[in-house]
Structures are given as structure tokens and as C-alpha cells.
């Protein structure tokens, strides 16, 4: 699973309608409780609760600052215990506000175990937002108990956690395993300081399948590292970024525990649900006009193609020559080399959609107006061959327009 | 010289009118051969010439993908000998063009050599502007013989180097060594692609102190690694970056070996101007409006201060808060956490201008206007205090607004 595939196989399909509760046994809802302004995006605080207790994975931020939220739910997961349910707030980060912090995430979770029916350690808590401003414990002890958790509401939960996103972001995907059809599906929310490490923003994920927790965490781990930890919007890290993955094991599959077909089939389900979670989040960052999508072919290992990718969609001049679709090649040149990872430049092949334009490291003639066009798509693909090995990457990101600068430069005051 | 003095210190004066033919037997010229849209700038060919045969220092950009011109000036400087020249153009980077890159960049150096009455091995060349096009020879072969060297064109030569530069940047001071008046001049060009790693765009300095080979790289080596390579303007690092040092012995002064505090005077002086062109680097970044200084003290060293620094003028989130006069003092602390060097979130505190905000990790009470009018200074100045030592480092950025993404959407075609 080094290479992305963008498409279904024949053994994951997409769920129409897909949501965090696509999969048996979970249900979700949301409630406006007043922690952001009301109007833009009408709720602001979601609970996902699982019938039966689940298996967890989690990822979270490797920013030395991390969010009081990120941090007790770290614990949890460390812990090893059965998760039953995952409380989640936008509207304020509760980061940077001292040990008030933990005291206000402890009382969330307690809160949503006593509207879930949970243990406070089975309960995850998430929050995401403007940074340096406390937890508005008034609002959110009222809006807790107002939450309905229903079999069809995933998507109220997906709208709950969405700060600067122009919409939400939700998938899911069915695969068989054991003889049983499992769902995986999710959510996500992410539009700026969208530069991830280990995780995104905030990505949730469940499953009916019956997963062992050892490979749970292992299909997690592996879905990220080719998904959310491939976009870019601002190469700034969140001190929030989490990703969970829960399993319930109603679909009744006997457990997965890696090694088998059928493990296999159940990570690329999860990787499938990752990636196009993770290219929304790209395609909608702050501003943003296009999608841009970086593959890198022919670099020396896999890992090595995904830092060449990443770079490419996460320079500025890259991103500002897509906005202004202008094929100016030596900014992809230059963003592959300021890895300082070596490279061949003379066996450099570079392809804008499918026009070459680059060979043996130098430019070669073209018809400019094509390649203009295709900088013109709203999904505007960048591929490079370094034709020295057999490792390949994708990397997600978005252009850099005025946007960006005008809604962030006028954010909180 | 771990903590950076913006001030002269009693033993280093800034010379009036300073430039890169500022010291003893130093000439330089600049002429308009064709590289360039006329009009904008009008020179876009430089040559600076010594006297006598200097003593070299240079580094060099660390990206994979170096542009012949530098990799031949790195062979040369690597060789050891004596230098006489360095050429050097605007308007086109020679970079990813294939082997006719190192068979122009010969000739480059033939042609000043032949100008300059020195032999080609004592010639460096540098060339920036846009990736992925071929130095148009022609013009060049016309262009050289032209260039009238002169003790006061090093101001010339500063302006035949700008790309997108909006201004030259150029600075002197002397110093004195062993009973001599030393003069360190220099002149830098940059505003864009900046985020240098061991050397920026193209920086020249030039001294007429007598300096032993292997103390002038040190002293070169530690100033930029307190200047150049702690600036930002947009993350990205260019393919061409070069900074050279040229020490000429014509003050007379018996040979700095380092180690003493001669030597250390010397390296002050080097080291203030670096700084000083650094500044007007990011100053002059594309687009801005502020430069931006971010000093972090009670680092646990100054290395690990530096990092902090330079990763808070990196930030757009950090950059576009400068711009819009925002005192969202939550971005620099996700720009420290970034970094992924552990902090102790307890005892920061960071002060906007002279106004502390941030006390123990957490906001405190101040006056929101105050703040807003210190943002609105032409220098922004940030401070964190991480109180977990004694380390101390500075770096200097810039705002990121509309107009860098104007000028970068809109900039080969």
C-alpha cells in the first residue's frame, strides 16, 4: 500500500450518503450551545456514541503545544480501555488557557458520559477553534443534555465541528470481511493550519468491523501517514490535529488482526475513507480555488516520494503560480530540491494534467495554452518522475490566493 | 555572539554611504545588457573586482537543485586559491538548464576574467531570477566589456543584482584591527523564494582587512547563521543562494587568525553587516508592510532559540496577524509548538512591542489599542520568553499580504 489508488477496487465501494454513523451501531448529533457566533454554520458542539463499547486507535498533534482536549484524550487512548463515545466542540481550541484547560476538558468528558450512558474513560474529547480563549463551561453544561443522538446523525456532527470550513466533510465505504459487510466511514473538518504531523485537524472515523486493537491502530497509522499527513494548506501545525478510528465489531466479521486478505481489505477501506477525508480538507483550505494534487514517481523509496509531494504542495509559489496558472516549472523544481534530498536532475520529467513539459530536467517545447487550461481545473494535477528508483507518493494541497490572506489576517479581533 | 546586538557596539562604526566597494582597493560596475525588461531596474550585469588577490569565504544554498552558477563558484571557492572577481546577473537564474547551465557559466566566468584582467579561476559567478531558461549569451558577451569598474560602484552593482527588490541593500562599517581602520562592506538582493539555509539569495561583502583563509570562513559561517539563515519571507529556498566574503589585506593590518580579540572585533563587524542586509531582505520581502523581529530568550540554548524564532516569522498565520494588526498571540505559540522542541507552557510570556500579553502561558489583561498601534509599526517586534535557560536568538520576517500573492500569481508568463 505504498501507492495511493484514487479509485475504488472492487472491494470497497463507496455508501452513498456516507457519515461517521454509515457503520452499524453508531449514532451521532449536534446542538448549537453558543460557542461561536450564530449564523455561519449553525452548531458548534457534536457527541458520536457507540450501542457497544469499541475498539480505539488515535493519532494526535506533535506540536509541543498541545490542547488540554488533545491531551486527556491521548491519555485515554494510552490507557487501552473500550471507548463508547467521542464529545467535540469548535468554536475554541482550550489551548494555551494553563490548567483551567484540563479542568474543562475533564468536566466535557464527564458530561458526555453522563448524557451517553458512558464511563468518563470510555469518552474521547476534541475541541478546535481560536487558541488563548477558555471553554465556555456555561454553554456547553446546557447544550449537552440537548443533544440527540440519532442513526442519521452523522452529519449533524460533521457540521458541529466546522470552524472556517465552507462545508462539511464526510465519507464512507463498505468492504467484506470474514464473510460480512463492514462499513468504515467518516468525518473531518480542517480548512487552515492545515500542516499535519501525525494527524489532522479533526478526523473521525468508525467501523462495524470486528478489529483487534494491535491492528486498528496499525491501519490507522498507515491510512495517515498517506493521507491526512499528505496535505497542506499553510505549513502551520495544529496544536489540536487528532484522528480517531473507532470499532465496534457489529458487523459480526471474526476479529482482523492483520497478516490476512482480509485485514488487508479492511486497511484499504480505512486508507480509502483517509484519503478522501484528507482531499477535502486540501480542496477546501482557506481561500482556496483548486485542488492540487503532487505525485512523485520514480524517487528512491516511498517515503522519500511523499516528502517530495508534501514540498511541492506546500510551497507558497507553487501554490501562487496555480492561482495564477502559470506554468512556472522551476518553483516545483526548486520545492523538490529544498528537501535536500538528492536528486538526478537531469532524468527530471515533469507533467502538468497530462502535458509534459519537463524532460531530462530541462523544459521542452509545448503548447502553452494547454497547460494554462489545465491549471485551470479545479483540480489541477502536478506529476513528477525522478526515474532513480520505484518509490512513489501523492500530496494534497490548495492554491494560495487572496483570499487566505484577507480571512486570516481579520480572524479573531 | 550568541545574543545578536542591533546596535553598534563602541568599536564597530557604520560608514556613511556604504557599499560593497566601501573598503580598500575594491571597484565594482553594473550595466543594462539585455537579461531584463528595461525600465524596472536598469542594470542587470554587475562585476566586482579587487585590486589585489583576496582571501574567499562563501556558502552556498543546501538545495538539491543548484544552479550551475553556484555549483561552479563552490568548486572555485572549494579549490582554495586566491580570488580576483565575481560576476554576477539578474534576470535569469541559470538553473535547470542542463549542461549548457555549467557551459555558460564557464564562459560567464571567461568573459569577467578576460574584463576584470584576471585568470578564470579567480573569478566567481552568481546569477538569480527565473528558473528554467538559458543565459542568453549573447547579450552577456556584449553586455561585459561595457561594465566601468569604478571605487564608487559598488551602489551600481547593488542595483544590477535586484529581481523583484524594490530597493538596493547595501551597508558598511569599520573597525579597527592590529592599529588599522577595516572597512566590511556588502551588498544582498532578495524578496522573494527567501527562507535560506547556510547562505541567502546573493549577499557580497568585502573587507580590506588582512584575514588569515580559515578564520574568514568562520567568522563568514557564524554571521550567517545569525542573519541570513534567519530570515523568512516565504518558507521556500531558492536554488541559487550565495553569500561570498572577500578580504583584500589592504588595510595593512598583521593577519586575523582568530582568537583574539582583534579577530572577534572583526567577526563583530562581519556579523553587523549580515545582520543589517539580512533585515533589509525580509524587509523587503514581496508584498510587505512590516518587518517582523521575533526574539526568543531563556531558550535552553541559543541554537534552539534560533529554531523558535525562525519559526514564528515562517508562520502565515503569524504573518498575516501582523498584517491585519492581530493580537493573536495563540499563532505564536502554535509556531513555537511546531517546531517540536519541547517548552514548558507554564512559563512562557510574550511581549508585542514593549506590552507583555502573555504571562505563565496564558493571556493577561492589556490594552487591546496599544497593542493594535505597536502591530502597526513599521517594525513589528515579538519576544517570547520560554524561561527554561539562557538561550537567545533572533530571527526577521515579514507580513504576508495580498500583494505577495499578486506579484507570485502573475510573475514568468
Keep these: 500500500m505504498t501507492e495511493v489508488s484514487n479509485s475504488m477496487t472492487s472491494h470497497v465501494s463507496q455508501v452513498s450518503d456516507g457519515s461517521v454513523t454509515s457503520a452499524k451501531g453508531f449514532r451521532a448529533g449536534g446542538v448549537y450551545a453558543g460557542l461561536k457566533t450564530p449564523g455561519r454554520t449553525k452548531l458548534d458542539l457534536g457527541l458520536i456514541l457507540s450501542d457497544t463499547p469499541c475498539t480505539a486507535a488515535a493519532t494526535f498533534s506533535r506540536n509541543s503545544v498541545l490542547s488540554p482536549s488533545a491531551s486527556l484524550s491521548r491519555e485515554t487512548i494510552k490507557a487501552g480501555g473500550p471507548v463508547r463515545a467521542i464529545v467535540a466542540n469548535s468554536g475554541c481550541a482550550n489551548c494555551c488557557v494553563g490548567a483551567q484547560g484540563f479542568t474543562?476538558?475533564?468536566?466535557?468528558?464527564?458530561?458526555?458520559?453522563?448524557?451517553?450512558?458512558?464511563?468518563?474513560?470510555?469518552?474521547?474529547?476534541?475541541?478546535?477553534?481560536?487558541?488563548?480563549?477558555?471553554?465556555?463551561?456555561?454553554?456547553?453544561?446546557?447544550?449537552?443534555?440537548?443533544?440527540?443522538?440519532?442513526?442519521?446523525?452523522?452529519?449533524?456532527?460533521?457540521?458541529?465541528?466546522?470552524?472556517?470550513?465552507?462545508?462539511?466533510?464526510?465519507?464512507?465505504?463498505?468492504?467484506?470481511?470474514?464473510?460480512?459487510?463492514?462499513?468504515?466511514?467518516?468525518?473531518?473538518?480542517?480548512?487552515?493550519?492545515?500542516?499535519?504531523?501525525?494527524?489532522?485537524?479533526?478526523?473521525?472515523?468508525?467501523?462495524?468491523?470486528?478489529?483487534?486493537?494491535?491492528?486498528?491502530?496499525?491501519?490507522?497509522?498507515?491510512?495517515?501517514?498517506?493521507?491526512?499527513?499528505?496535505?497542506?494548506?499553510?505549513?502551520?501545525?495544529?496544536?489540536?490535529?487528532?484522528?480517531?478510528?473507532?470499532?465496534?465489531?457489529?458487523?459480526?466479521?471474526?476479529?482482523?488482526?492483520?497478516?490476512?486478505?482480509?485485514?488487508?481489505?479492511?486497511?484499504?477501506?480505512?486508507?480509502?475513507?483517509?484519503?478522501?477525508?484528507?482531499?477535502?480538507?486540501?480542496?477546501?483550505?482557506?481561500?482556496?480555488?483548486?485542488?492540487?494534487?503532487?505525485?512523485?514517481?520514480?524517487?528512491r523509496n516511498a517515503q522519500e516520494a511523499r516528502v517530495f509531494a508534501r514540498s511541492i504542495v506546500s510551497s507558497p509559489l507553487v501554490k501562487t503560480a496555480v492561482y495564477g496558472r502559470d506554468p512556472n516549472w522551476g518553483r516545483i523544481m526548486m520545492a523538490i530540491g529544498k528537501t535536500e534530498i538528492p536528486i538526478e536532475e537531469s532524468k527530471v520529467q515533469i507533467f502538468i494534467g497530462d502535458i509534459q513539459i519537463v524532460e531530462g530536467g530541462i523544459a521542452i517545447q509545448y503548447f502553452t495554452q494547454s497547460v494554462v487550461a489545465a491549471l485551470g481545473q479545479p483540480e489541477v494535477r502536478l506529476r513528477v518522475n525522478l526515474n532513480v528508483g520505484n518509490g512513489a507518493g501523492v500530496a494534497w494541497g490548495c492554491d494560495l490566493t487572496e483570499g487566505y490572506v484577507v480571512e486570516n489576517s481579520a480572524y479573531t479581533t
Excluded: W
Aim: hydrophobic share 45%; with cysteine; proline share 4%.
Design 104 to 299: 474543562d476538558a475533564k468536566e466535557m468528558v464527564a458530561l458526555a458520559a453522563g448524557a451517553a450512558g458512558a464511563k468518563p474513560n470510555e469518552v474521547l474529547v476534541c475541541s478546535t477553534g481560536v487558541i488563548g480563549k477558555e471553554l465556555p463551561m456555561g454553554v456547553i453544561r446546557e447544550g449537552m443534555p440537548k443533544i440527540r443522538v440519532s442513526p442519521d446523525g452523522g452529519h449533524e456532527f460533521a457540521r458541529a465541528i466546522m470552524t472556517t470550513d465552507s462545508r462539511p466533510k464526510e465519507y464512507a465505504v463498505s468492504v467484506k470481511v470474514g464473510g460480512k459487510t463492514a462499513i468504515v466511514g467518516g468525518c473531518a473538518k480542517g480548512a487552515g493550519m492545515i500542516h499535519p504531523n501525525m494527524a489532522t485537524m479533526l478526523a473521525f472515523m468508525t467501523t462495524d468491523a470486528n478489529v483487534a486493537q494491535s491492528f486498528l491502530r496499525k491501519a490507522l497509522v498507515d491510512a495517515v501517514t498517506v493521507s491526512f499527513n499528505q496535505i497542506d494548506v499553510d505549513t502551520d501545525q495544529s496544536t489540536n490535529d487528532t484522528c480517531i478510528l473507532l470499532a465496534n465489531g457489529a458487523a459480526g466479521n471474526s476479529p482482523l488482526k492483520g497478516g490476512d486478505n482480509d485485514s488487508h481489505l479492511f486497511a484499504e477501506a480505512v486508507q480509502s475513507v483517509a484519503v478522501h477525508l484528507a482531499k477535502e480538507i486540501a480542496r477546501d483550505g482557506e481561500g482556496a480555488k483548486h485542488l492540487i494534487e503532487a505525485r512523485v514517481e520514480g524517487a
